[in-house]
């Protein structure tokens, strides 16, 4: 039923099977052309909003630095966050601009599932722009949790980062998580969020969802384990990977950001069990355009500025 439903709405999402291998690529496919983070072999050119409408997060990635600021380019990035009743005028001005766009992705600044506002986006988003493909992006802790929403709100593509399986190192990555109102750290925040992020995974693909994991890479951290690490979550569901080279910040400012050989070694480690996306230009939370190409950014968010002001003073 689900499945048939989001056919219906993206007709190139059709064939996907869930788990099931020739399906999942048959799907992976058809998303190839059509989704820029899909993308095998060379660029599509086909281009993504962003909708930063979630501010807040359930864990603490040690690299994390959300920031409100209209110049750098990396994720937890916006220069605002915006409410899910601000969407559909937004998204309508940008696919009115920019005729690549095929996609719309929420990408923090947060954790999309950490406050309800992605979820009432998107289903804003099925009713009004039902021809554009959503994708959403997750620490995958409350995946499972609330998969059924997502399914309900026609989420079409799914992002989780899985930066480790082995919690003995995921504790050097997170510092902790929040669930159900309790703080956990250590060894147990590690174990926790990792078989929430797998049961996630095998949730979300046995609801025909197609999903990526992204890995932020640290060298001496995670670097050389991307090949466990794929295949553990290539056996949960997922059908593509990529890696994020990490940008030291925060807690790991002091750390080097891994070399080219190392990101492509790591690729290679990765390939042997899934395929690699290799086009990632680690995305503002607020971006708009084709990744790597024409970007919308700056006119979109300077016209809502310029418009605001224009209607404060009046
Ligand atoms: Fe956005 Fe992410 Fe969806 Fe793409 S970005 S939520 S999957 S629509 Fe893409 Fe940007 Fe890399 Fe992300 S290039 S940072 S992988
Ligand atoms: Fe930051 Fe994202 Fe990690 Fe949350 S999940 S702490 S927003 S990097």
Known sequence: MVIRELHKTHPIVKGQAGTQ????????NKLASQHPCFALGKPNNKGRIHLPVSPGCNIACRFCERSINAYEQRPGVTAEVIRPDEVVELVGEAVALAPELTVVGIAGPGDTLATPYAIETFRLVKEQFPQLLRCMSTNGLLLEDRIEELVEVGVD???????????TRLVQINDYVVYEGRQYRGIEAAELLISKQLAGIRAAAARGL??????????GINDRRIGVIAQTVKAAGAGLYNLIPLIPN????????????????????????????????????DAIGVPGGKDYGDQIWRRRVSQANTFSHG
């Open 250 to 285: 925060a807690q790991m400012s002091r750390l080097a950001a891994p070399t080219c050989a190392q990101i492509d070694a790591a690729r290679s480690d990765a390939e042997a069990h899934i395929a690699v996306f290799r086009h990632c230009q680690h995305c503002r939370a």
């Open 157 to 167: 593509t799914l992002t989780v980062t899985v930066n480790e399986v082995d919690p």
């Open 210 to 219: 197609m999903i990526k994991v992204n890995t932020v890479l640290v060298p």
């Open 21 to 28: 291998e020739g399906g999942c690529s048959a799907a992976l």
